[in-house]
């Protein structure tokens, strides 16, 4: 019975585990994806700028 209990806590743990990397995954790549929009964006008002110093 307790063998049970000990295999079912640590499927749980691997499973709770693994729902934090899924979660820590996604906010990573959301936040890369805004960052890259933001450099972009830079990179264009920059030039932007460059022109109309022109």
Request: aromatic share 8%.
């Amino acid at each position: 019975m307790n063998e049970l209990g000990d295999s079912s806590l640590n499927i749980a743990v691997a499973v709770a585990s693994a729902a934090v990397f899924v979660i820590v995954l996604a906010v990573w790549f959301f936040l890369n994806r805004a960052s890259v929009k933001a450099n972009e964006q830079i990179a264009l008002l920059t030039e932007l700028l460059e022109q109309q110093k022109q």
